[in-house]
Nanobody
């Protein structure tokens, strides 16, 4: 059974940092590209970042380039999203996904507010 469990969300002040983690199980993690999505209240879900199987190739939404970094540890079956210089508009539920599948985590809330 595929499981994706996110952690690391919370409340942070503008300009702060958070690191999200997504622990995967139930499939061969190293064989799949991974991604992070986010959905803010009243808005469409958007793709934030993707990473290939080896962790070498990454892509980012324009709004987070230079501020967010996606990475993975295939030995730990975990994908990360390091978020820095956070802004109020980054407030959303962040979810990880096994790319090109319907396997999603339950999401973790990130709130950026003073």
């Amino acid at each position: 059974q595929v499981q994706l469990v996110e952690s690391g969300g919370g409340l942070v002040q503008p300009g702060g940092s958070l690191r999200l983690s997504c622990a995967a199980s139930g499939f061969t993690f190293r064989n799949y590209a991974m991604s992070w999505y986010r959905q803010a209240d009243g808005k469409e879900r958007e793709l934030v970042a993707t990473i290939n199987t080896a962790g070498i190739s990454t892509n980012y939404h324009d709004s987070v380039k230079g501020r967010f970094t996606i990475s993975r540890d295939n030995a730990k079956n975990t994908v990360y999203l390091q978020m820095s210089s956070l802004r109020p508009e980054d407030t959303a539920v962040y979810s990880c996904r096994v790319q090109y599948t319907n396997w999603w985590g339950q999401g973790t809330q990130v709130t950026v507010s003073s």
